[in-house]
Structures are given as C-alpha cells and as structure tokens.
C-alpha cells in the first residue's frame, strides 16, 4: 500500500536559519507530490507540487521542493525562515491511478526561534 | 472569491446528540471531501464524493454520514454511534477526484462533545 513519511514530528529552526522537511514515500511509480501548510487552527494551503519535468519545484511564500526520485523523496526547503513560517507543514501524495485520493503524512511541526 | 467555507468554526455538544456540519463550495469542483485531524495523526479521510447523489466510505467512517444533495454541498454529520468525536474536522474540495488535482481545503470545525 501506498504510504507517506514525514521522519520529523517537530523542528526548532532559528529566525533566518536554513529549512529542510522532509518526506519519503512509498509508490512503485512516480506520485504527484504536494506540500501544505496547516496555521494553527486553520485550514490547510497549498505551498506547491510536483508532477513532471523538473525536479526542483518552487512554490508560494519562499519555498522549494526536489523530487530525488532514487530517494522516494520530496524534501521541503527554505533558505531563510521568518517567525511567520511558524506553521504545521503536510506532505501528500498522489497516486496515477484513476480514482484514488491524496495520502497525507502525519505532519511536521514547526517552531521558529528569535 | 471562490472558496470553501465550513461553519460554525467551533461546537459544542453534548454526548449521545448528533451534529451536522456544514461544507459548502463555489469552487465549481465536483470532488468533495471530509478528514478529521487529531494531534500527531495527520489527516484522516471520513467520506469523500465523486459526484451529486454519489459518496463512499473513507478509511474511518463509522459513526459518520453524509449527503451529497447539491454540488456546493456536503454536509457531515457525527452520530452518537462515533466513540470519540471530539476533533477538528476539515472539508477540502478538488475539480475531480483524481489525485492530480490539489484539494482546497476549509478552515475547519473544532468540535467539542461532552
């Protein structure tokens, strides 16, 4: 069965330090990928998505992704994080297959520091 | 603005009562969904509908229902028969139920039964 890993259930990164998430999954074929992002309370917004072509996918608010497909990854990435970037980050994943809903991790937590 | 709006955005209920929530989309989308989030699970799916007149069971359906009477709508309802139905709940939307499509997703219900 398809499946998705987000290793880190929380992270502690310093105002204008380096961000990675990660996510694996597990999916003979290549998913569609996504990253949410949940504020407390809030609902979920999508922060970007790969489906083809490039590897390394930019999206809203700063952020990037690159699908290493020989990983079964789709790492998050931010090279300076803000105290607004304070969030809950979802990796899911999309399965080819006609008739099929996203599969969500469990969600990383993160905490920015001043 | 095109969007999906879940109301009321916290309930309270006494134990053995049924409560509906609502969902509504004007999106146009024709796929709709409902997870419940608990910390440190993720996301889980309830229902999801393909289609108007059309629904299917998620991976933690009992003790829910729902209805899929108009395409802007879908409304769950958490039944006395649900254990533990003390959780936000989430409605998204997507264009079909495919996975290649993004979900948007509500700012979610925070429901509290007592």
């Known amino acids: 069965a398809q499946s998705v890993t987000q290793p880190d259930i929380h992270i502690t990164v310093s105002e204008g330090a380096s961000l990675e998430l990660r996510c694996n999954y597990s999916y003979g074929a290549t998913p569609y990928l996504f990253w949410y992002v949940q504020s407390p309370g809030q609902g979920l917004q999508l922060l970007l998505k790969?489906?083809?072509?490039?590897?390394l996918v930019q999206g809203i608010k700063g952020f990037e992704a690159e699908f290493k497909r020989s990983q079964s990854s789709f790492n998050l990435r931010k090279p300076s994080v803000h105290w607004s970037d304070a969030a809950e980050y979802f990796c899911a994943v999309g399965v080819r297959q006609a008739g099929t809903a996203l599969i969500f991790g469990k969600g990383t937590t993160l905490s920015v520091s001043s | 603005d095109g969007g999906i709006t879940q109301s009321p955005k916290y309930l309270f209920r006494k134990e053995g009562q049924n409560v509906t929530l609502s969902c509504e989309q004007n999106?146009?989308?024709?796929?709709m969904y409902w997870y419940r989030q608990d910390p440190g699970q993720g996301l889980r799916l309830i229902y999801y509908s393909q289609i108007v007149n059309d629904f299917q069971k998620g991976d933690i359906a009992e003790g829910y229902s729902v209805s899929r009477e108009k395409k802007e709508s879908f409304p769950l309802t958490v039944t006395s028969a649900q254990k533990n139905p003390t959780a936000f709940y989430l409605c998204?939307?997507?264009?079909?139920?495919?996975?290649?499509?993004?979900?948007?997703f509500g700012p979610g219900t925070r429901l509290t039964v007592t």
């Open positions: 790969y489906f083809s072509g490039d590897t």
């Open positions: 998204a939307s997507s264009r079909n139920f495919d996975s290649s499509y993004e979900q948007y």
């Open positions: 999106l146009n989308h024709d796929a």
